[in-house]
């Protein structure tokens, strides 16, 4: 296939998808800049059919489709072998486009494209690189599978031709690369990270070449002494990270090389006062560590342990790889000689060729390199400890989120709590990366120095960090095949030194660094048990809340370190891989194939400890609540003091206080304990329950806990498997008791209410704990969290390291043998490791990785856990069996507890069973706080436990509905019944309103609303529950009536969001349905009964009002049930009694309800209703009888205005009030109108905002189903109805009205036409269509002409042709009788009052506006939207219910022959129309009409004369004619004008162009001329005249300006079109005005950058000749515009021939100057010869001069050879002497710009520019910018 002319195509229209502006940019703002024609992309209607995204990802998806196209088109149309190579034409384009596109890469030139093109070269980087790794696998499996390698070549024959030459590849990495530099310091950070990877993937390409330029770049940002650079740093050293392990993996000389100076220079970046050059820095070590370690000695580099295994290649381990030595097929591209020799073609100032001798050198690796890495990078790991304690100490407070429920921060924004959390992240990891690496010698000094700075420095704000830097230098380490910690070893002594003796904040900032010390330090911790033991319990008897916080986070890490398993932090150590050629290299991909890796696994000793810790810990504290509370009970009493309550004994009645700090502090500790330990915590009850634990051993993490319970002692291993049960049965009891203690409202004996007399419901800080652990108890089996954060983290790492030329090069290879068959067994895919296996991970990602997989294990625990206990345990759980129960004091409870503690705890299931109703109690708290907290963790208990919402769903709805008396306490929810008797002292029923909104709030998780959905039974009662709601708000205090609204809407709102049709497959789910429908209709029969207000109290009054708010709010909610429920079976299933009744109770609503929102879902109901009647059914006999009825047709077209919005432009402009939900409700009943449609199916689309086409669907079909009797009746009572509304005097409603009449108009035309025979269709018009038309059209405003324009499209909409007769000869007729026309005057000059006679007036005048609208809307429906040979729309058949008799022709010969012989010639007439919007109007017509003789012209059935030659011969003519009137004249040119418009913005392009807009374009320029004196008198004849002209000559100036840049000639045979331009141009550039000649050299410039890639060499040629001509006009304004058009035809032109060109005008440049000596004046040339050559000197000089200033600003951030040659010629004539000041000015101008774009970055300028230029050339470029000053 011939991908050429698609290519230039889209490389043309680069305007749309990279939205790069076409034609540069002018000095001269006087011509206009158009901006681009609406995207003519598919209508968002039709994109729901086909769920596309958003128009970020189509515009994205689009420019990877387009840039994928290009990469395939490299290398195409490749010439015949040449020596030397040239390129193919394909690559020449892209090489083409990548060179014009530069400018807009520099980080200076920003605006819409800047995105787009960073896009774009991410894209394009990434295809290269995939293609490259193609041909790169063909190579792989040539070697070894030639059979597969042959076949695939065989089937897919473009294989053959997947590399890229040499030479081509060299080509496009030489353009590339700058780009990427460009993108890379982009001021848009996503440009930015996109240059970023491009950088990478064109590295992985030719490493060789493409890594050193960047490196030194890096390097020079890095100086401290370049100040002008240092911006630039953190988007070197982001870059500079992923250039990393490529340059090491080939030529590690390249980087190690370097590597000193790097880390000496990149030290600053660990800079407490620029975060993110900081994040970068580490991220930079982090990277560089993955891959080189700290060792001492070069012999000390760590080998690989897969040494010995190498040689098997058997996948029994599960991995495989795919490739063999696949790292060789890939130097192999960019080592071959062809490559070599086109790099030494290419400028020196490539920077392919910035590679000094020592990077072209050998690849191997010596020792002394590596001895100096080693010794650069053991010097540098002690000075970056310096650094990291410096940032520590400059360390201020960290931002945390506040402790209100919104989460924001306390002090500075969430955005800032988000970059310190990623900071912290970034710092933890950079340190244990970078300890980890360390060899023993060096680890040892880092070691002595945290220990240095522990013991020397407090610094409170920096704990976090510091207990990270503590981690680290702690963390467990694998020597001599075991495990220990030195750095706990040393840490320790320093950490718990002491307490006593220091001051709180050094006990804090100690206690934070021994937490991170032992938090992987592995068996290291047993060893230190008594110094651990002692620093816990002495931050546990603390008295301060901060030291006892912080003891906590000491057990937790320490339980966690103990019990849970982690891979060995030292195994991430990067080591010497071997090659296929059997040396060690640098930068290979860890492989998990013979390479064990060590993890830390909790053992014996480390149990035991964990446990004694629990013991101490948890179990004493929980025994201390037991003994406090057990022998108490609660009567009533106030609280004491903020910590105390008073408590009494039951016994003894004598009162004794109690710190409540006693167990929130207990709660506190359980709760850091079980974040240590979860994961070691068993489901079981003791030893003996070993054996039914079988059922749950096949969750892989359970299976492993329970091998290690059992290999402790018997004391330890029963203590550990009881402590899950006895925490759960703990926190049961004290649920239990708050569900006591706020089961109803207290009062003292005053009478004042007090809530919160509770012992422990009264403090929110336990309550909120105890949902908290709850919450982990229910779902959490390991003290691992965030896992699918970290896995997230991980990716974004994988991906900055991802070798894409290998893992596509593997890819490709795997799966061609998946293809093949050849890849696996058939049942297990095995893993792709290492190199081979396409993965360039370091070992820190790939222990990462596994680490991950196992948290992954430990998380899918908490879910397959309770399935597996519901299936052991499930059918024989009691309810009665559960331990929760709410009638327990606090002291019963406890009781219980005890008891339960001393023998067996429940089962499992049980236990958490009662923990859910726990978090039901909290939900009901009194507390705000405490309810939002247990509401947040409820829906995510339901996702482990889900199976338990189905059986509470009964008693939540009971509860809303005041159902549950003797429901008290059931699953933890209070009796709402008896709690709405019960008042507060002020009478109020506060304590309801609380627990109702935990009850919503539970009723609105997802789990409880699929469960409500599930079965008709639930849906049923929901319904009578959420229907009952108004009595229950009518109980509430005034304050809370809002809020419940709110929340009874959350409980809707997810139900009528996720509702859906439920088939009723069993009689008694019928039953059920019917039985709902007869609820929902016996509320919307009763009658609303409001009482008077009088003799009512205030709180009465309210209290009735609430009550009427909240009936009407409960009959919409029924009324869209019954919308929602009714389905077609429906109609068929219930009874004929149950139908009826609906559809009366349809019709009262619409009768009763005028104007209410009740109405509007009425409207939805009948909709729905009508779609489901057949026209034989006894419910259209119903329908039929109310139709009959004028009464109800007002009432049925009433209801259609109020289905509108509000007009908000009336009235202060504000929108209606609604209730919360309400606006929904409508929304969704207006989906029932009318069905989904099509319409219009065309590209123009609605016009109108008001007209709602869902209405004329209803009236289509209601009229449809009642018959043609019937419907003649009814529609004569619509239509006299609408006649009404467009009459309808002015008021809010007026504008809905007048749209309903149209609506009525559309549906009972569509109906009408349908229902009658043919035969008698033009009756139908004439009796009844048109004299509603006569009527209302006159009356209408103008500003309602768009709903009819949109009624008439409806209502003729795939219509037989022969329909639509009477219409069009009644439009004809019309404008024929009306229609404004020219009178016959002979002079030029008319009178002031003929000028502006308008004898038709403005009424007229409009009338005629409305008629040529109405007229567009016939024209634009007899087009054929399709192909020329279907005579019908192909979707006609689909939006049809029944078949037409269509005749065979698309359109009808009456029609069109009245339209072409009797209306084209009226609006040929009246092109010169006085009235604006006429004009407008008459423009579309034409248009129209033009296209529909284009689409019948196709077709072959068009006859008569051509409106193409009529419509030019009228507009071309124009200035032939002397008798017609100025203003005519000019009224007729703006017609032309809008015609033009017209072709652009509606056409296709391609025949409106040709035919039309090329025709008129000569028209176009003439309209620039100036044809009123300026000098002559002004009197108010030469003001108007001279105001319309000037008006014409705006208008056409940017017709002129779209047709340049929007009018896109890239369609088939573009090129005749082209030089037909070219032609019209070159006249205009000749014409004698400069106005003229101006406009021509601005159309070139944007006409040349909207077809750069279609131009032959003549078009170029012609162009070129156009403007070298233009440049020498003697006015400045052409001059200048010229010289704009040239810069972008040079911009596009090769290099060579513009090198060419250049030499040729520097002769005459050089020729040109004026010679006088100094001193002399202006010579004035005496003779005519003398003149004659001085003009053409002056001519010459501003030619050569413009021409070489553009030539020089065509690359404004490049600088080619012809450049300094340029700039050398061009500076002589910056001289007084040597140039006019015209010239001179230009001169210095492209100067400036020259040195502002070149000179401005220094390093490009020093090592790039500058060596372009001779010592002479930058001499005269100095005295040209350079700035005069005094010792000149």
Known sequence: YDWGPLRRRLLTHCQYWLQIPIGGSSMDKSFPRASPPRARSCPARLKTFVGSGGSYEEGMDFVAKVVKLLVVNIGADDPAISDPPILSQGTSDILRFLS?????????????????????????????????????????????????????????????????????????????????????????????????????????????????????????????????LSHQAPSALSALARLVQTALRRKPSILLRRLPTILQLSLAGIDSNDQNKCIRTLIFYRSLTSWIPIVANASDWPKSRSVESETSNTNADGTVSVGADTMKYLSAVTASEEYLAALRELPETSLLRQCDAFDNG????????????????????????????????????????????????????????????????????????????????????????????????????????????????????????????????????????????????????????????????????????????????????????????????????????????YPLSSECIPRQELDGNGDYVLGKSGSLKGNPIHWHSPMKEELEFASDLLRIHVMTRINIVCDTYANVGFLEGSLDGEDSIVMVDSNVSELKSVDIMILRKCLRVLRYSL??????????????????????????????????????????????????????????????????????????????????????????????????????????????????????????????????????????????????????????????????????????????????????????????????????????????????????????????????????????????????????????????????????????????????????????????????????????????????????????????????????????????????????????????????????????????????????????????????????????DQHLHEECLVFLLDILSAEVVSGSTQNKTDEESELSKASGESHWRKRLLVAWFLCNFIDENDMIMIDETLRHRIWIICFDLLEKEMGQPLQRVAVGLLGRLVSYVDTESVDAKWLRAMLEKESFCRVFGQALVFDHRADTSIGGGHGAQW???????????????????????????????????????????????????????????????????????????????????????????????????????????????????????????????????????????????????????????????????????????????????????????????????????????????NDENSQLPWFAAFLQESALDFETNIHSPASWELIRDKLLPQLIASVGHPYETCRDHIAGCLFRIWRCNERFSSSGVAEGDDPTALILQKFTSLDENPDMPFKERYNSLITARKLISFCIHLGDAQKEFSRLVIPLLPVAFEALRITVDEGSGIDEVDAARRSLEAEVVKGFRYSIAEVSSSSVMSYPGEGNDISRVLDVVELASNNEFWQVRQAAAHFLRCFQGSHKYLFDDKHSDTMTKIVSSLLSDERREVSSAAMSALTGILAATPQDRVDVLVTKYVAIANRSRQKRKKGEGNVVPQTDEAISKEKKRARNQQTSVFFLCAAILAQPYETPLYVPVALAAISKHSFERSAPLGVRDTVKKCCGEFKKTHQADAYSWTHIHRKVFSQEQLEALEDVVSSPHYYA
């Not at 920003?110 to 991410?122: E, K, N, P, V, Y």
């Not at 020792?367 to 650069?376: F, K, M, P, R, V």
């Not at 997230?792 to 991802?802: G, L, P």
């Not at 209408?1340 to 007769?1365: E, K, T």
């Open 362 to 565: 050998e690849l191997g690796l010596s020792d002394l390199l590596l001895e100096e890495t080693a010794a650069a990078m053991g010097d540098w790991v002690l000075a970056f400890l310096d650094r990291i304690y410096d940032l520590l100490r400059h360390t201020g407070e960290r931002e945390k989120k506040g402790k209100t429920g919104s989460g924001v921060a306390n002090r500075h924004s969430s955005n800032d709590v988000q970059q310190a959390r990623n900071f912290s992240r970034v710092l933890k990891e950079s340190l244990i990366q970078i300890f980890a690496v360390m060899d023993e010698k060096t680890h040892e000094m880092a070691v002595l120095s945290v220990s240095r700075f522990l013991e020397e420095e407090t610094l409170p704000s920096a704990g976090k960090d510091a207990a990270a830097l503590c981690q680290a230098a702690a963390a467990a380490r694998f020597i001599d095949n075991k495990s220990y910690s030195p750095g706990l070893d040393a840490l320790i002594p320093i950490l718990v030194d002491d307490f006593n003796g220091h001051s709180n904040k050094t006990i804090i900032y100690r206690l934070r660094c021994l937490s991170g010390a032992v938090r992987s330090a592995g068996n290291g911790v047993v060893n230190h048990r008594i110094e651990i033991s002692q620093a816990i319990d002495f931050a546990l008897s603390s008295g301060d809340k901060t030291v006892f916080k912080t003891g906590c986070k000491v057990l937790r890490h320490t339980l966690s370190s103990l019990c849970e398993s």
């Open 1219 to 1425: 209730s919360a939900g309400v606006e929904d409700i409508l929304r969704d009943s207006a989906r029932f109108v009318g069905p989904k449609t099509l319409f219009p199916f065309k590209r123009t689309s609605q016009n109108s905002g008001t007209f709602k086409s869902t209405h004329a669907q209803l009236l289509e079909q209601v009229i449809c189903v009642i018959g043609l009797d019937v419907a003649a009746k009814a529609t004569r009572h619509l239509l006299v109805f609408a006649v009404e509304m467009a009459e309808a005097p002015p008021s809010e409603d007026q504008r809905n009205q007048q749209g309903t009449s149209a609506e009525i108009f559309a549906g009972v035309c569509k109906a009408l036409v349908k229902l009658t025979p043919s035969q008698n269709e033009a009756d139908i018009w004439e009796t009844a269509l048109i004299p509603f038309l006569e009527d209302v059209i006159p009356k209408l405003p103008i500003s309602m002409a768009s709903a009819f324009f949109d009624a008439i499209r409806y209502g003729i909409q795939s219509m037989s042709p022969s329909s639509v007769d009477p219409i069009v000869s009644w439009m004809v007729a019309n404008i024929d009788s009306s229609l404004w026309r020219p009178t016959e005057v002979n002079s030029l000059e008319l009178s002031k009052d003929s000028e502006n006679d308008t004898s038709a007036g403005s009424d007229g005048f409009a009338n005629q506006s409305k008629h040529l609208y109405l007229a567009t809307a016939v024209i634009i429906e007899m087009e054929n939207p």
């Open 675 to 1068: 974040r240590g330990c979860a994961g070691l915590l068993l489901d079981l009850q003791n030893a003996e329950s070993v054996g039914s634990f079988a059922g749950i051993s096949s969750v892989p993490h359970e299976q492993a806990m329970l091998r290690l319970l059992l290999g402790v002692s018997d004391d330890t291993s029963n203590f550990l498997m009881k402590m899950r049960g006895i925490m759960c049965s703990f926190l049961v009891s004290l649920s239990s008791a708050i569900a006591w203690e706020t089961a109803e409202m207290v009062s003292d004996p005053d009478g004042r209410e007090n809530q919160r007399s509770g012992l422990i419901s009264s403090d929110p800080k336990v309550c909120k704990e105890l949902s908290t652990i709850m919450t982990m108890l229910l779902t959490r089996r390991s003290a691992a969290f965030r896992c699918q954060e970290r896995a997230s983290v991980w990716k974004a790492q994988k991906q900055n390291v991802t070798d894409v030329v290998t893992l596509n090069t593997v890819d490709h290879v795997a799966v061609t043998l998946q293809r093949a068959s050849q890849y696996g067994d058939g049942t297990n895919v095995p893993y792709k490791d290492g190199e081979d296996g396409g993965k360039t991970m370091p070992w820190r990602l790939l222990i990462a990785r596994l680490e991950i997989f196992y948290e992954s294990i430990e998380r899918n625990a908490s879910f397959e856990v309770p399935r597996q206990l519901r299936r052991l345990e499930g059918h024989s759980l009691e309810s009665s069996s559960k331990p929760f129960d709410s009638e327990l004091n606090m002291s019963a409870s406890l009781q219980q507890f005890v008891q339960i503690a001393k023998t067996t705890p429940p089962s499992a299931l049980h236990l958490y069973e009662s923990l859910i109703d726990g978090l039901f109690v909290l939900c009901c708290h009194p507390n705000t706080q405490v309810r939002s907290s247990a509401i947040g963790v409820i829906d995510y208990a339901f996702t482990r436990y889900g199976w338990l919402v189905r059986s509470r769903i009964p008693r939540l709805l009971s509860a809303i509905s005041l159902d549950d008396a003797n429901m008290k306490g059931k699953y933890g929810i209070p009796s709402c019944s008896q709690l709405s008797v019960q008042t507060d002292s002020q009478g109020k029923r506060k304590r309801l309103a609380e627990a109702l909104k935990g009850v919503c709030s539970i009723l609105a998780a997802p789990r409880a609303m699929r469960d409500i959905l599930w079965s008709e039974r639930s849906r049923l009662a929901y319904v009578k529950t959420i229907c009952s709601t108004h009595k229950l708000i009518s109980i509430l205090p005034v304050e809370e009536m809002q809020k419940m609204v709110q929340y009874f809407q959350t409980i809707f709102s997810p139900f009528r969001s996720k509702i859906f049709s439920l088939p009723r497959v069993t009689d008694n």
């Open 100 to 228: 014009f596109v530069t400018p807009y890469f520099n980080p200076s030139n920003t605006g819409a494209w800047t995105f787009t093109l960073g896009a774009f070269l991410h894209y394009f980087c990434y295809e290269l690189a995939r293609r490259v790794s193609t041909s790169c696998s063909l190579a792989v499996m040539k070697t070894t599978n030639t059979a597969l390698a042959t076949a695939l070549c065989q089937a897919e024959p473009c294989m053959n031709s997947m590399s890229i030459t040499p030479h081509e590849l060299a080509a496009l990495l030489d353009s590339l690369l700058p780009l990427c530099q460009q993108a890379l310091y982009s001021k848009n950070g996503y440009v930015g990270r996109a240059g970023e990877a491009a950088i990478a993937y064109l590295a992985q390409i030719d490493p060789i070449h493409v890594t050193p330029p960047f490196l030194d770049l890096v390097t020079n940002a890095l100086d401290v002494s370049a100040v002008n």
